[in-house]
DNA sequence: TGCCCCCTGCAG
DNA sequence: CTGCAGGGGGCA
């Protein structure tokens, strides 16, 4: 579910709230969902009294840096949710209002495995139980199996034209969208990001890589760090499972010029909104605007 | 470099 | 009931 700009809100949120504040207690509800690096034996219970220094990400994986070098690393994958509800929030509640019916709701069915910190409580649901919770260790980050596997980030200055090519003529006979797609590449471009920035650059998510000219992989680029700030500056997209840290919603999904628009007019030519399947997931574009 | 799969729930 | 869902690991 979440992709760059979700998984950044909810660090950028939480990384207000959650700094300085203990952990007092660790509870697992479903085992499948916290991992723990290799070579690490210590129990769950062993950050209980540990604080809570600082929040990080690295692609769409979430850290939380704890004393004594432990850390937390957190993938939401699909259907991942990482709330913290501080204690008595829930008499301030708007009774009605969407967020506050979700935060009331908590713990939930889908609640995985929460922390009881200082102030409040931390809450990892996640529906598919594709995510995890992986307790590991600051020397241990770099060789953790997903964080390195890692491309570089799409806002850096690394991600430019020069780059995107290199990865295109690399992978010349993959589809542009599989590449957007491949986190080893550029980190943190997902299923709806991946539509929108090919829609913005005006070309087709089935494109082969050495298909592009060097105007559509510059167009390209900065359509990638386009959508991608955007989705940030609007808190992420809300569809189905997706919630910032703080249980609010987030408002890209009124923004979205493809994603989950099938059937509907073009906001730039009214052409129907198609959709197909390409590199195994939904893919929406528009096939007049795109070439 | 593509596919199947992990798992659960919802819409068609 | 089948198919599909913001991800990505493991396998040809």
Do not use: W
């Amino acid at each position: 579910m979440p992709e760059l700009p979700e998984v950044e809100t909810v660090v950028r949120g939480l990384g207000k709230l959650l700094p300085r504040q203990t952990i007092k207690t660790v509870e697992v509800l479903s085992a499948k969902s916290f991992l723990k690096a290799t070579g690490l034996t210590e129990k769950p219970a062993a950050i209980e009294g540990l604080k809570i220094r600082s929040l990080s990400r690295r692609g769409k994986g979430i850290i939380i840096h704890l004393t004594r070098d432990y850390c937390l690393l957190i993938h939401l994958k699909m259907t991942g949710q990482l709330v913290y509800i501080e204690k008595d929030a829930k008499k301030r509640l708007n009774y009605g209002h969407p967020d506050a019916n979700f935060l009331e709701s908590m713990p939930s069915s889908h609640t995985r495995v929460f922390l009881r910190l200082t102030n409040g409580v931390l809450y990892f649901n996640d529906q598919r139980r594709f995510g995890y919770v992986k307790l590991t260790r600051e020397e241990l980050l770099d060789s953790d199996p997903f964080i390195k596997r890692l491309g570089i980030e799409p806002l850096s200055l690394e991600f430019n034209s020069k780059f995107l090519a290199g990865l295109a003529r690399r992978r010349a006979r993959s589809n542009i969208k599989a590449t957007l797609l491949d986190q080893s590449g550029v980190v943190g471009v997902g299923n709806i990001y991946a539509d929108e920035a090919l829609f913005d650059a005006k070309v087709q998510p089935t494109r082969l890589g050495d298909s592009l000219s060097p105007t559509e992989i510059t167009r390209l680029t900065k359509s990638v760090k386009k959508v991608i700030a955007l989705g940030i500056k609007y808190s992420g997209t809300s569809l189905t499972h997706y919630k910032t840290g703080e249980g609010a919603q987030g408002k890209m999904q009124n923004h979205l010029k493809v994603y989950g628009r099938t059937g509907l007019p073009c906001t730039v030519c009214k052409t129907p909104i198609k959709k197909i399947r390409t590199a195994g997931r939904g893919t929406h574009y528009c096939p007049s605007c795109q070439k």
